[in-house]
């Protein structure tokens, strides 16, 4: 049945939540959409994008919308879902959010061979080939998530969990936080609700030895705390936030998103949310971490392109123990 408290608050503002649910085929779109459906959310599954608009003309709802986008559809493509996307942030009367599910390609294609099912893509050809041109397809759709869950490792159930963590609506419910790396010189992401600078801080790059890693490394990480403003900095950011998120949580709001930007994004500001992934989860608060420009290099990669060998990105959650 509905969660009143957060709905009933943006309906009554005006504000029609949303969360548009897409991945590729096979990493449990179908499955999300069932579970939003259970925590409270009207879910509508395969919906052209075309009708997307005539959908949400009127009134708010007074339930929060979750809406399955599957490349399946006549009139999917990259493109357009970006374009709906800054159409819906611009307006002032939505709320949307981008849940993206992914999965590795290896793990799509048994799940494929398993159900004995054809990629939808490539119905002639081998699931691999749907999997890597569906990835490709999708690419530019996973940099704009809000939330990415990679359910590789997910069971039903696993995933049922990190959904409903994350987007319970319950008023017991605990506020969730997105801590986001970035480099400026890409612009800045899209949905922050907060944004620190990080850019005065010492700069790994500089280093010829640490170069080539990123802020997840222990040196990296060590450099750049050596930098005698660090402390201050953290301990000031952090006791901001965590002032914060109790207040955000009296608004009605179930997740926050707080970003780090830096030159590159690889080195200062991955270690900001690193190590303030670690406090807030030490702190009770449930805690996801993206990387923008790890993932980004990390595509590059995977797809033959140039990337700076910083490894592969690791986007983490954290839950508080």
Request: net charge negative; glycine share 6%; proline share 8%.
């Amino acid at each position: 049945m509905p969660h009143p408290a957060k709905a009933e608050g943006d309906a009554a503002r005006g504000v029609q939540r949303l969360v548009l649910v897409t991945g590729p085929s096979g990493a449990g779109r179908s499955t999300a959409i069932n579970v939003l459906e259970d925590l409270g959310y009207e879910a509508i599954d395969n919906l052209p994008l075309s009708l997307i608009p005539r959908l949400l003309d009127g009134p708010a709802r007074p339930m929060p919308l979750a809406l399955g986008l599957d490349v399946r559809n006549r009139d999917f493509s990259a493109s357009n879902l970006i374009e709906l996307i800054d159409r819906l942030t611009r307006a002032p009367e939505y709320a949307p959010e981008v849940l993206f599910l992914d999965c590795s390609a290896d793990v799509l294609v048994r799940r494929y061979n398993e159900t004995r099912r054809r990629h939808p893509l490539t119905p002639d050809q081998e699931p691999m080939a749907g999997v890597q041109a569906e990835a490709d397809l999708l690419a530019p759709v996973r940099v704009r998530a809000d939330v990415l869950i990679d359910t590789t490792e997910l069971s039903p159930h696993d995933l049922k969990a990190e959904l409903t963590r994350v987007f319970d609506l319950r008023p017991d419910h605990r506020l969730t936080v997105s801590l986001h790396s970035f480099s400026y010189k890409r612009g800045v992401p899209r949905g922050l609700d907060l944004m620190f600078d990080c850019r005065f801080l010492a700069n790994p790059h500089w280093e010829p030895h640490l170069r080539p890693l990123d802020g997840r490394d222990a040196a990296v990480q060590a450099h750049v705390s050596a930098d005698p403003r660090f402390a201050a900095f953290f301990d000031k950011t952090r006791d901001l936030v965590e002032f914060l998120l109790p207040a955000h949580m009296e608004e009605g709001k179930s997740h926050l998103a707080i970003g780090f930007g830096c030159t590159g994004g690889q080195h200062r500001s991955v270690t900001l949310v690193e190590k303030m992934a670690v406090a807030l989860a030490d702190a009770g608060w449930p805690v996801s971490i993206r990387h923008r420009e790890l993932e980004r290099r990390s595509t590059a990669l995977h797809s033959g392109g140039d990337a700076s060998p910083t490894g592969e990105a690791r986007p983490t959650q954290r839950q508080a123990s």
